[in-house]
């Protein structure tokens, strides 16, 4: 069995010289920011100076403002978080926000009442979550965003927040496009399983898997609709779409949750799935790579959410007064039936 540890220095690489306590190669990076000293304070309208400053300390006391916990996902990179800060003698304040962006706000707000040190966010959605940013800014409270993105013209990495940490979603969504045309030859009837709406890994995720079929009159979305990023919604939205969509080749689910709820709603329909309608995914969660070695899951581009390590590590370089890069972006595997099955004792 393989610890998140261990498991993120093989799947993550991250880039820059001021990070170097953190491994790592091969990553994108915008423009740098420098931590420790800079002036910090900032306004509620955002996008301007430099993110708060940090103390450096022995110990700090920090918030991380969780989406929901319903799902493998969101309780591996809770765990690594949880276990990131044990290891340092850190005390990690947590918060889950059950999906729900108002109490994300509440929960972020309470945090800057109880004065941490700095916020690890892992944003629900773009837009109302920015404003969550910006009131930690302007309370001179230090926030890094984790896996999820804000809307970057009202909160942006460097001047509102220390960094973003996360995978690069556009590229996840193009991966998987690209499987599928070499896989159908370019001729597919496509039904898209949506994440939460205004959600950059679902607008990202979306973007890029068009960009790859663009070009492809043979590969057709005949429906595209949000599932939340939930197995239940999953299975619902999928149940509906197979009743106006019988002649479905491809099911394209922005995470495997959603993707084991349409694999369920399938076969509930006589279908077989990962045969005559494939189902293609993102995420490598545990039960994702086991569809795959069943055979009912086609190809699943991994997203990381061992984030713990990375996550410190950023914190102490800023701390430090080192340059940290505006994005700190995961790099991903992918899985399909050739390696799914050994993959599954060290995923999550
Ligand atoms: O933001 C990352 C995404 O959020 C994961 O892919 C998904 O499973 C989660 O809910």
């Known amino acids: 069995m393989t610890n998140p540890r261990r498991h993120l220095v093989r799947t993550v690489a991250v880039c820059t010289l001021a990070l170097s306590a953190l491994l790592i190669a091969g990553c994108h990076t915008n423009g740098p920011t420098s931590g420790g000293g800079s002036t910090g304070g900032g306004t509620a309208s955002g996008g301007g100076g430099t993110p708060p400053p940090l103390t450096k300390k022995a110990h700090y006391v920090v918030g991380f403002s969780q989406v929901v916990s ?142 790859a079929i663009a070009g492809q009159p043979g590969m057709q979305i005949i429906a595209s609709q949000p599932a939340d990023f939930a197995r239940d919604k999953g299975r619902q939205v999928t149940e509906t779409l197979l009743q106006a969509h019988p002649d479905v080749s491809v099911v394209y689910a922005h995470n495997d949750e959603m993707a084991l709820g349409a694999i369920s709603a399938l076969e509930a329909a006589g279908k077989t799935p990962g045969k005559d309608v494939l189902v293609v995914s993102i995420d490598g969660e545990k039960y ?32 430090g007064g ?27």
């Open 70 to 211: 319903n799902n493998p996902w969101r309780i591996a990179e809770t765990n690594s978080m949880k276990a990131e800060a044990a290891k340092r003698g850190d005390k990690l304040i947590f918060t889950d926000a059950t999906d729900s962006e108002a109490k994300q706000i509440a929960d972020v707000t309470s945090m800057v009442a109880q004065h941490v040190d700095l916020i690890f966010l892992a944003p629900k959605s773009e837009k109302p979550l920015a404003q969550a940013v910006l009131k930690a800014k302007a309370a001179n409270i230090p926030v890094i965003l984790l896996d999820r993105r804000v809307d970057a013209d009202m909160a942006k990495p460097g001047a509102d927040y220390v960094t973003f940490i996360g995978s690069d979603f556009v590229d996840q969504g193009k991966r998987v496009g690209q499987w599928l045309v070499k896989a159908t030859g370019g001729k597919a009837k496509i039904i898209e399983m949506e994440g939460t709406a205004g959600a950059s890994p679902a607008i990202d995720r979306k973007k890029g898997f068009d960009g």
């Open 288 to 319: 994702g790579l086991q569809a795959i070695a069943d055979g009912k899951l086609n190809y699943d581009v991994q997203s990381s959410p061992f984030f713990g390590p990375v996550a410190f590590g950023a914190l102490d370089s800023y701390a």
């Open 322 to 348: 080192q340059k940290v890069p505006a994005d700190i972006v995961v790099h991903d595997k992918a899985y399909d039936a050739a390696n799914a099955r050994q993959e599954i004792a060290s995923s999550y």
